[in-house]
């Protein structure tokens, strides 16, 4: 069990660029789920996976952001023309089933700095 | 919707000082309730948990008692380290599917 891995650890990129970042969950981990967190604050759900299928996207995902898990495997975050309000950092956690008795493990997380 | 309150940080104290960090929240039905930690430069980790009322969760020195009838989830220690020094952040379970957070308390431990 090597924990949940995110990559890349930082990325800088210019406004309007495309950018994917890719979580790799605990191996038996069927739940996966995405959150940002900016500066002082904490961290805010965006989506979350249950295998492969999408199952609840918050409205705070807008329709720059779009998340796959094609085998219910890893999971790539996808963010197209950037804009420097998506300067965060980027959280991939994952569960095994509902959070409800062990909560999740979370990842390192990506941190993205949009110039 | 669901949410959570936590007292504002940052939360200054000296070495073995007692350690209060409120926190409240709404939630339909009775969530899970969870504390996690985030250390300077690290992910968050899960420090502990209750999962139905008047349950006491605990961990390297720390407590939090599920409190129904106030709904709230305060984290305890009764002597801090300045290892301790952290951003807490106190998340209900939302109907089982995820977890909301509240906006963290930093705690600043002086030796």
């Known amino acids: 069990d090597t924990g949940v891995s995110q990559d890349p650890r930082h990325k800088i990129t210019k406004r309007g660029q495309n950018v994917t970042f890719r979580c790799d969950p605990i191996?038996?981990?069927?739940?996966l789920y995405w959150y940002r967190q900016t500066l002082g604050q904490g961290p805010e759900f965006l989506t979350y996976f249950q295998n492969e299928a999408q199952l609840e996207k918050s409205r705070l995902l807008s329709d720059r952001f779009s998340a796959e898990r094609p085998k219910g495997s890893f999971s790539t975050l996808e963010i197209q023309r950037t804009e420097q309000g998506d300067s965060a950092m980027y959280l991939c956690?994952?569960?095994?089933?509902?959070?409800?008795?062990?909560?999740?493990?979370f990842g390192s997380g990506t941190r993205l700095t949009v110039v | 919707g669901d949410s959570v309150t936590q007292m504002e940080g940052p939360v200054t104290l000296s070495e073995e000082a007692f350690l209060t960090i409120n926190c409240t929240y709404t939630?339909?039905?009775?969530?899970?309730l969870f504390w996690y930690v985030q250390y300077p430069g690290e992910g968050l980790q899960l420090l502990l948990k209750?999962?139905?009322?008047?349950d006491k969760g605990s961990n390297k020195g720390f407590e939090a008692t599920y409190r129904k009838e106030t709904t709230s989830f305060h984290l305890e220690k009764g002597s801090v380290q300045v290892s301790d020094s952290a951003v807490y952040f106190c998340a209900p379970n939302n109907a089982g599917n995820m977890l909301t957070f509240g906006g963290g308390t930093r705690l600043m431990v002086k030796p």
């Open positions: 939630a339909t039905g009775y969530p899970s």
């Open positions: 956690a994952s569960s095994l089933g509902d959070p409800t008795l062990r909560g999740y493990t």
């Open positions: 191996s038996e981990h069927n739940r």
């Open positions: 209750a999962t139905k009322a008047d």
